[in-house]
Nanobody, 116 residues
């Protein structure tokens, strides 16, 4: 059973920074792609950033140049470094492990609020 636990969310002023962490249980972490998603009130959940087992990354256009996804396989942890935060980045952020095309695992989410 894979468990994902996010941390690092909070309230930050526009222009500020946060680093989210997602710790995974189990020994399969390094084998699979990981992603960060977010869901704002009244909106659909969207992919923010994704990193493959080999370290290839991709980002949604709205966060390119501001967010960085990384992973530490020794710690079974994926990170999302968020800089130059904007009010429109406010959302619940979720991490996801893609075990197969049909089997994914989600964390419980962490709230990020960008407001002055």
């Amino acid at each position: 059973q894979v468990q994902l636990v996010e941390s690092g969310g909070g309230l930050v002023q526009p222009g500020g920074s946060l680093r989210l962490s997602c710790a995974a249980s189990g020994s399969i972490f390094s084998m699979y792609a990981m992603g960060w998603y977010r869901q704002a009130p009244g909106k659909q959940r969207e992919l923010v950033a994704r990193i493959t087992s080999g370290g290839t990354t991709n980002y949604v256009e709205t966060v390119k140049g501001r967010f960085t996804i990384s992973r530490d396989n020794a710690k079974n942890t994926v990170y999302l470094e968020m800089n130059s935060l904007k009010p429109e980045d406010t959302a619940v952020y979720y991490c996801r492990l893609d075990q197969t095309v049909f089997t994914v695992h989600w964390g419980q989410g962490t709230q990020v609020t960008v407001s002055s």
